[in-house]
């Protein structure tokens, strides 16, 4: 024995293998406290590896590494109710990545059944999304094509990421925007696909309160300081549901459940609307105990028809998820109910089974397998199938991959019928040529119209709930271009996109043959290496492009082209051509060149900053970003583009979100820093009652801003309703919270809020 190993701990030392001991003790508790088959001794033996191979190695919050695989393990444990294998492969989740130990060494230690999981999670190690753009989708794609081998893979990534979210303070701004854009854009709705409602509201909540900081702690005060109302509210109305339920016999717990944070932010942003105006932040959920696990469904309904007798129900907002369950096994039936007070509050019903499942997504279904409940694991599988049909589908620029998985992962659902009365789930938005596409491939291509419920409408028809549709064909019909501009689901956008490059491949083949005829009409050899330079002389992005136009008939060959491969001839630079088009000559100066080489080390600069402060000079360096028009006072972050530039934000932008999960190395922490000298445009959108002498009051509030000049207002009334936008230009989303609030105390206003043009 070394004299290392015989010397007592330091302190800090100490300290640490108690933490390490506690957590582990808490893991194995939480284990022994499942329905799992008792494998203590290989959880252990996998706790002993993973602390031996990580030894020594910090996190950078400090503490111990191991810490990571046993928080990870506990999630999977606690929060998935996985058994001794995901539990044993989520301590060794990082060894393979991280130390010397191979596959093999694992496989012969632990079986190939926790080998082959460590192997998935070692595959799409380091978030999904690598450094550079190319890999992204690649590796985003191992993760999928390993999710379908075994599910377990992408539960125990999600566990992962959910603790390197709720650890994620000890990171860089910029890396937070980073992890956090991922989780929203790919995490999130994965969690959500696969039932696991609990973990996806965390990984929402963490991710706002990174993005959005000032946001998420004003929603928490708000809900804070509404509290004692909502108690209040619970406490008039609960007693006679309890006594109802008691009269029925019922083994029952009632509950309430608050929307969360970030739920209600989007709501806000999505309805223009302020917190006050959300009405639907207190739920009541009853979960019940069946006395026959084969009737849950008739026992869930004999307590609504209870329900139905204590409270008036909302006309139309129940939602029957009992007879047709969500695409991610959710079951449970909901409506609104109006309590004595005067206020409307949802009430969810479900089984004790179904709350399972509703918390912890299909890793639940195992737990009742062989307890007779009625359950279709098919769906998982129809799921895990689109995805490999668009796996399938070869992509040339692969971070369309990105988006059309996001699409497939589609949380809201409606339900449409065939003309023979089968039932299929489509994402909400989606369009008629979306359904012909989700019935074949053939029937979507040749598409060139429908029947809704018996009456023709157009291909971009939006499908609601309950429609019946019937697709028309012709052989006639071929897939058009703009049919990318209004289809919504993946399989949709990926056939569309696979016909048009077929398409294109065929005008390449053809234009090569009449390159190759030019060719020999004019004795010119080396045909690839002439298609490349005349490709360049045309500024075309390459040969492909240039095969294609010559196809397409958009590019011909004459005395010119062969004047220029004979060197008599040179285009003109763009920067000459652009000064010809404007009439002015325009050569390149050594002033314009000292500018780029500025701009260069501006970027540099940005680079060796943890934030960077968006000042009036800084603003002058770089683009507002006209996708989002971000003005002072918006949660902004910074974007380096391929041409060097720096793009300004809204983090909560489309675009921006693209961009952290494509490119999120070129992400740059920011903040505004100017000191209200500048203006910047901004659109208000208002909504309310038209009265007379309306228009007066509300010319009357702008009328009294001084801080703000008004651009532009339209505003249109229908049927005693008035809406429209104001265009102003302010110095910060303060004068904008400032002319709102004014509007939204006017007698007739019913909403005044900030909108994107």
Known sequence: MTEHNTQPLIPEEARDEAMVSAAFQHLLDTYLASNHRRKVEIITKAFNFARQAHKGVRRLSGEPYILHPIAVAQIVAEEIGLGSTSICAALLHDVEEDTDYTNEDLANLFGPKVANIVEGLTKISGGIFGDRASLQAETFKKLLLTMSDDIRVILIKIADRLHNMRTLQSMRPSKQYKIAGETLYIFAPIADRLGLNKIKTELENLSFRYEHPEEYARIERLLADTQPEREKAIDGFTPAIRRMLDRQGVRYTLSSRIKSPYSIWMKMQN???????????????????????????????????????????????????????????????????????????????????????????????????????????????????????????????????????????????????????????????????????????????????????????????????????????????????????????????????????????????????????????????????????????????????????????LLQLGEEDLDHLRGKSRKKSWRRLLGGILGKKHETTATEDHAERSAEEFVKNINRKKTLRIDEDVLGKCICAPCCHPIPGDDIMGFITQKGTLEIHKRSCETGIRLKTRYGNNIIAAEWATRRRQHFDATIYIKGVDSHGVLYSIADVLQSQREFTVKRITLETQDGIFEGTFDISVYDTADIDAVCNSLRKLPHINSAARTEK
């Open 271 to 553: 309805k223009h609307v302020p917190f006050e105006e959300i009405f639907d932040i207190l739920a009541i959920r009853i979960v019940f105990v069946p006395k026959d696990r084969e009737n849950e469904e008739g026992e869930a309904f004999s307590i609504y028809a209870g329900l139905t007798k204590l409270y008036k129900p909302h006309p139309t907002r129940f939602r029957d998820w009992l007879s047709t369950p969500k695409a991610n096994g959710y079951q449970a039936l909901h409506n609104t109910f109006m309590s004595d007070q005067g206020k409307w509050i949802e009430v969810q019903i479900r089984s004790d089974r179904m709350d399972d499942i509703a918390e912890q997504g299909f890793a639940a279904h195992w737990k009742y397998k062989d307890a007779g409940a009625a359950y279709d694991e098919n769906e998982l599988d129809k799921w895990l199938d689109s995805i490999r049909e668009i796996l399938d589908d070869p992509q040339p620029d692969t971070l369309d991959l990105l988006d059309s998985i996001k699409l497939n992962l589609f949380s809201s659902e409606i339900l449409v019928f065939t003309p023979k009365g089968d039932i299929k789930t489509m994402p909400a938005g989606a369009t008629v040529l979306d359904f012909a596409f989700s019935i074949h491939s053939f029937v979507g291509a040749h598409c060139f119209g429908a029947k809704v419920n018996h009456k023709l409408v157009p291909l971009s028809y939006e499908l609601k709930s309950g429609d019946q549709v019937e697709i028309m064909t012709s052989d006639a019909q071929h897939v058009q271009a703009e049919w990318l501009t209004f289809v919504t689901t993946a399989k949709a956008r990926g056939k569309i996109q696979a016909a048009l490059r077929r398409e294109a491949r065929e005008q390449q083949q053809k234009g090569e043959a009449l390159f190759a005829d030019f060719l020999r009409r004019h004795e010119i050899e080396r045909a690839d290496l002439i298609a490349d330079k005349l490709a360049a002389y045309h500024r075309l992005a390459g040969r492909d492009e240039f095969y294609q136009l010559l196809g397409e008939g």
